[in-house]
């Protein structure tokens, strides 16, 4: 009852009323079965007059509630976070983002077709995300290798948008052994983790 959330992203154009909004998606299967105070849950509003100003405001109510203490991710096949796409700003606030052609294929079909789909979205940006006190992403399945193997062990680039979680000293990252098959030093990071208890404390 005293959490107070703020989703990453929204596709530009799309009311909070349509069903692939993310704001009514976070109403259905989140919001509305908890006991959660429903004017401190924000979405970016992807319908706003000026896009710019909502970001700017986006960015000002992150702050006025004292930052993000756990910021939830996934990983695109393409490296993306949030919708920041490859080749965009490593150090970028909240801003209204042009989807990729890889993003708009893989998120096409709950929209029906192609055509259907926003071509925009506002989300938080890289720097905005790596603002937050904690972070923990989940990446699951064999379509997501390539991304997870650049994410964690490839260059920081804006190539891999999720590279820049390397800069992060709070980030937890949470596979399956598909996502984690191209891993070079998977042996590694399961002995670090089998560790954990002994060096919990020095945290």
């Not at 929204?10 to 993310?22: K, N």
């Not at 509305?32 to 896009?51: E, F, K, M």
């Not at 590279?163 to 191209?182: C, F, K, M, W, Y």
């Amino acid at each position: 009852s005293q959490v107070t959330t703020f989703k990453l992203d929204e596709y530009v154009g799309l009311p909070a009323t349509h069903d692939q909004s993310y704001r009514y998606f976070m109403r259905e299967n989140l919001f509305r079965h908890i006991n959660i105070d429903q004017a401190r849950t924000h979405v970016p509003d992807g319908t706003a007059a000026d896009l710019h100003a909502e970001c700017r405001d986006y960015e000002k109510r992150i702050e006025a509630a004292g930052g993000i203490d756990l910021q939830l991710l996934g990983l695109g096949r393409n490296g993306h976070i949030g919708f920041n796409e490859p080749t965009g700003s490593l150090r970028s606030r909240t801003w209204v983002k042009i989807l990729s052609e890889q993003t708009l294929k893989d998120n096409s079909d709950v929209f029906g077709s192609l055509a259907a789909m926003p071509k925009h979205a506002l989300t938080m940006g890289i720097g905005t995300i790596l603002d937050a006190r904690r972070i923990l992403l989940l990446a699951f399945g064999p379509a997501k290798v390539r991304a997870v193997e650049h994410m964690v062990e490839g260059p920081l680039s804006a190539i891999c948008p999720g590279s820049a979680l390397q800069q992060h000293p709070r980030t937890t990252v949470i596979l399956d052994e598909n996502s984690a098959a191209g891993l070079h030093y998977a042996d590694h990071y399961r002995w670090i983790d089998s560790q954990k208890l002994a060096w919990q404390r020095y945290e």
